[in-house]
């Protein structure tokens, strides 16, 4: 399993910024994709963002498009979600989440989540 911790969830108001992190264990040799899931208060988890940890191939939802980027540092084991243009809809738990190269089911590895509030 891959260790991932999130950080940089806050309070902003609409049309500011944040910029979520994500740190993974020593063990990205493993990885091959990362990505960004929400859960807002009511709604199932969804679909934010990903990237793949060995390409530039990136993944985002129509929803976040033009607005999120995702990005990553390998040497330092991290992932970070660029948010701009917040709206209050994009208000949620964001989570970080791992594939393994061998995986079979899909992203098996999470981190605890970070909240964010966007506020009117």
């Known amino acids: 399993q891959v260790q991932l911790v999130e950080s940089g969830g806050g309070l902003v108001q609409a049309g500011g910024s944040l910029r979520l992190s994500c740190v993974t264990s020593?063990?990205?040799?493993?990885?091959?994709?990362m990505a960004w899931f929400r859960q807002a208060p009511g709604k199932e988890r969804e679909f934010v963002a990903a990237i793949s940890w060995h390409s530039d191939s990136t993944y985002y939802a129509n929803s976040v498009k033009g607005r999120f980027t995702i990005s990553r540092d390998n040497a330092k084991n991290a992932v970070a979600l660029q948010m701009n243009s917040l709206k209050p809809d994009d208000t949620a738990v964001y989570y970080c989440a791992a594939r393994a190269v061998l995986s079979t089911t899909g992203y098996d590895s999470w981190g605890q989540g970070t909240q964010v509030t966007v506020s009117s």
């Open positions: 020593r063990r990205t040799v493993s990885i091959y994709r």
